[in-house]
């Protein structure tokens, strides 16, 4: 259950829901779940993008506490920058394939499953003696 407090342990939580996500849907059981799965994979996505773009900003400097800034040495300013730049490109790259997972559900809403059902098989006596009232 997410904490909302604890990003580590969310995280990991959400590591393995989407883990129980890719076994669940090796089958698809009954197809009219894909609406509401496309529904809440577009929302994850985009609390996805959000939180890369969020942990981002951290090291622009823009979030960080006074302590907790990593040592003042070029290398280490390199490595914030990298960060930064890197988790804002993946939160973009992130917020268009939300996009396209968006467009698919639109378009899941437009198809109708329905189950055929196999013709019953013809009893001897039907077949024997043609049709009865």
Request: aromatic share 6%.
């Amino acid at each position: 259950m997410p904490r909302f407090e604890n990003p580590a342990a969310d995280a990991d939580e959400v590591q393995a829901a989407l883990r129980a996500l890719a076994h669940a849907t090796r089958s698809i059981g009954d197809p009219r779940d894909i609406y509401s799965v496309l529904g809440s994979l577009t929302s994850a996505v985009a609390s996805l993008s959000q939180s890369l773009h969020q942990i981002a900003a951290f090291h622009d400097g823009r979030q960080r506490q006074t302590e907790w800034t990593p040592t003042d040495s070029p290398k280490a300013r390199s490595a914030a920058y990298r960060v930064s730049w890197d988790l804002h490109r993946a939160g973009e790259m992130v917020r268009q394939v939300g996009d396209v997972i968006a467009n698919a559900h639109e378009a899941e809403a437009i198809l109708a499953y329905h189950r055929e059902f196999p013709e019953p098989p013809l009893s001897r006596s039907s077949v024997d003696h043609g049709l009865s009232l």
